[in-house]
């Protein structure tokens, strides 16, 4: 099975700070990668599709990069809704694996 | 607009069964694939099922494979998941999701305790 070892599992920030979360695929997976947010007692919420295709409707401050074995998802300027928790989604090669998640606090 | 709803969730004792329903609005149900997910309490998002647009090839997780059976019925717009010899482990919300998983239901939650 493909991992996705995904960091950190949480960090404090504060608004208007840029904020990286990483996703490592254990092998490479080409740009097969989705970046969810997903927010206490909701149903996820894709970001990003294909590595680095900002999803319709979503922010322009969220961005994404990364091909092979290294992702990262990147929140230009945190804003007080983005606080929630982040997952990355490898769809490569059966079975689909999440990374652990990145809770996003309040500083 | 898309909509995907999840039904038949509860509670169910150890060793029970329990199917759940995703009904599907606003796409072509029978030409997307759709899997199932499910998140544990306080937990992390699990891949659990898929299965192809003519519901020929499946997939399962180790963790349900031989326990769980998913099924589609096109001509209803509904994608199943029937869960057998249930454990406290396999406590979670369900989600169910298109293809692209782009579109998530709102989950089901499942609750196997005695």
């Known amino acids: 099975d493909i991992q996705m070892t995904q960091s950190p599992s949480s960090l404090s920030a504060s608004v208007g700070d840029r904020v990286t979360i990483t996703c490592r695929a254990s092998?490479?997976?080409?740009?097969?990668l989705g970046w969810y947010q997903q927010k206490p007692g909701k149903a996820p919420k894709r970001l990003i599709y294909?590595?680095?295709t900002l999803q319709s409707g979503v922010p322009s401050r969220f961005s994404g990069s990364g091909s092979g074995t290294e992702f990262t998802l990147t929140i230009s300027s945190l804003q007080p809704e983005d606080f929630a928790t982040y997952y990355c989604?490898?769809?490569?090669?059966?079975?689909?694996?999440f990374g652990q998640g990145t809770k996003v606090e309040i500083k | 607009e898309v909509q995907l709803v999840e039904s038949g969730g509860g509670l169910v004792q150890p060793g029970g069964s329990l199917r759940l329903s995703c009904s599907a609005s606003?796409?072509?149900?029978?030409?997307?694939?759709m899997h199932w997910v499910r998140q544990a309490p306080g937990k992390g998002l699990e891949y659990v099922s898929a299965?192809?647009?003519?519901?020929?090839?499946?997939y399962y997780a180790d963790s349900v494979k031989g326990r769980f059976t998913i099924s589609r019925d096109n001509s209803k717009n509904t994608l199943y998941l029937q869960m057998t010899s249930l454990r406290a482990e396999d406590t979670a919300v369900y989600y169910c999701?298109?293809?692209?998983?782009?579109?998530w239901g709102q989950g089901t939650l499942v609750t196997v305790s005695s």
């Open positions: 606003g796409f072509t149900f029978s030409t997307y694939a």
């Open positions: 294909a590595a680095s």
């Open positions: 999701s298109r293809e692209t998983v782009d579109y």
């Open positions: 299965i192809s647009t003519n519901g020929g090839i499946t």
């Open positions: 092998q490479g997976i080409r740009n097969d």
């Open positions: 989604l490898q769809h490569n090669t059966y079975p689909w694996t």
